[in-house]
């Protein structure tokens, strides 16, 4: 093992520690209630309950509704912090928006864009449940303590809601600025349109309101884009920008893959394309993550690469040959501890570093555990000759050859692992016919299910069965050029020359060779 791995498990076991730890959740939530209750007395309902209210609400209120719609807020501090920023941050924005308001005589639009923005930094970084839940705080902490305005509050949602909807499209980075502009224009019909019905409105007071809602929307749109990174990095938040960006293949660790490892390169290659292709059949799994993710599961390679046999020279003597199996299953086993090691040497994200440690969970270097079980079988038989005893003889201990887990947390790594185990497996079909795919697929899926392995990926039982459906079709385009069908005996020998090919029957099993990778 890589001697900085041992040293980064540590740091990663502190970091989880600190993430999930109960008085720090205890601390944000106290300095939430303070942050509520100064901020409450700022507002023009400090001379009612709402002092009080407001920081019940936020420490006591708030995070059972989190518990129950974001439940992962509850169990990473730095997601809460997020949360609790998110909101509290824009109220004061607002609050202070409205303190200079009387400076402005246009612009009641411009009002709406805040929120709006917030809600679409936290579905962009969180999801569209934690831009919804945000989007309703702001219109009833803004309604009950700013402003006592319905229009406003149908505005603020309708406007935020939007937003929520735009920000489940944002891919690239110019799909922030169309999302602003849109937010804009929504922003410019929550505010014209309502208040159209009760007076005239001038034609430069419309226009003056379609400029500032546009011009604070797309400038909205910039400050998020050179936000975003900086938020992805603090609160440990991968979003698809990010995922794009790290698919890129241009990253210093998988330019040196492709030089160092190509078998291994060109293995993450197609395994992204299968957990992508699996992944787009799903709801719940982000196929974007899931090609970046799978670039990155085996990077730890690079450490030893010539021991993989995707990297094998048919040439050279196979460098398992001189060593013994545990030695054998410890190089292989090292493969995840090392790539994590290397993603956070490379500053790779948590959901990256979490794909290394799952794709194996906590499967068995299968060949290497049959071979110490042969030369063990092998020892006591010439023991028997040479009158030994049998506790003289070592056992082989099966915990030797197990990769220390944790088995799939999240569907994306379940996908991974299981493309992964699919696409090492393929590469023994040396003559692939139809049908070869399926059972493959089915066979590694089965096998693992027996023993646990999908238990805490959550995903349900329908999205498997499209996921391993999408995950064959994928598997048979990769496999189509090597495909040999059975001999169409009405057609003429003449058309069809390699006839010997065909003469073979389709085995009934595909031979499924143990994955190394
Ligand atoms: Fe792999
Ligand atoms: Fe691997």
């Known amino acids: 093992m890589n001697p900085q791995a041992s040293s980064c498990a540590g740091r990663a076991a502190t970091e989880n520690r600190l993430e999930s730890d109960r008085r720090i959740r205890l601390l944000l939530l106290a300095v939430s209630g303070a942050c509520a209750y100064g901020l409450s007395l700022l507002t023009p309902a400090a001379s009612g309950p709402a002092t009080w209210i407001a920081p019940v609400f936020s420490t006591v209120v708030l995070p059972l509704i989190l518990s129950v719609i974001l439940p992962e807020a509850m169990r990473r501090n730095r997601l809460l912090a997020l949360f609790y920023l998110t909101w509290m941050g824009n109220f004061a924005f607002t609050l202070l928006l409205l303190k200079i308001a009387p400076r402005f005589s246009f612009g009641a639009g411009s009002y709406l864009i805040p929120p709006a923005m917030a809600a679409l930094v936290l579905t962009t970084l969180v999801g569209a449940r934690a831009g919804i839940l945000l989007v309703v705080l702001l219109g009833m902490s803004e309604l009950f303590l700013l402003r006592p305005d319905d229009r406003y509050l149908i505005a603020t949602l309708t406007t935020g809601l939007f937003a929520v909807l735009f920000s489940r499209h944002i891919h690239r980075r110019s799909d922030l600025l169309r999302a602003g502009a849109g937010i804009g224009v929504v922003a410019l019909l929550a505010t014209v349109l309502p208040a159209g019905l009760n007076f005239t409105l001038t034609r430069e007071l419309i226009v003056a309101e379609a400029i500032s809602a546009a011009a604070v929307g797309l400038l909205g749109a910039i400050v998020v884009g050179a936000l975003l990174p900086l938020l992805e990095s603090a609160f440990d938040r991968t979003t698809d920008l990010s995922w794009l960006e790290l698919s890129s293949q241009d990253h210093p660790i998988l330019r040196r893959l492709a030089v160092e490892a190509p078998g291994t390169y060109l293995h993450s290659i197609l395994v992204g394309h ?244």
């Open 274 to 517: 299968l957990t992508e292709a699996a992944a787009s059949a799903t709801q719940q799994a982000n196929p974007r993550a899931c090609r970046a993710m799978a670039l990155y599961h085996d990077i730890g390679k690079l450490e030893k690469p010539e021991y993989f046999t995707e990297n094998f020279n048919p040439s050279d003597p196979d460098p398992h040959a001189s060593l013994a199996p545990t030695m054998s299953a410890l190089i292989i086993l090292a493969h995840v501890k090392d790539g994590v090691a290397l993603a956070r040497e490379h500053r790779l994200p948590r959901r990256v570093r979490e794909a290394i440690r799952e794709h194996h969970g906590t499967g068995l270097v299968w060949f290497f555990y049959q071979r110490a079980l042969q030369q063990e079988k092998d020892a006591r038989t010439g023991g028997k000759i040479l009158r030994l005893r049998d506790e003289d003889i070592p056992g082989v201990d099966e915990s030797s050859f197990r990769y220390s887990g944790p088995i799939p947390q999240s569907p994306e790594t379940a996908l991974l692992s299981l493309a992964d185990a699919v696409e090492s497996a393929s590469r023994a079909l040396e003559k692939p016919h139809p049908g070869d795919a399926h059972k493959l697929v089915d066979k590694i899926f089965q096998d693992r299910e027996k023993e646990g392995h999908w238990a805490s990926c959550g995903l349900t039982p329908t999205e498997w069965t499209k996921a391993r459906h999408a995950l064959t079709k994928a598997l048979e385009n990769i496999l189509r050029p090597r495909i040999r069908y059975p001999q169409d005996r009405r057609a003429k020998p003449k058309t069809h020359p390699p006839l010997e090919q065909s003469a073979t029957p389709p085995p009934a099993e595909p031979r499924i060779l143990p994955s190394k990778g």
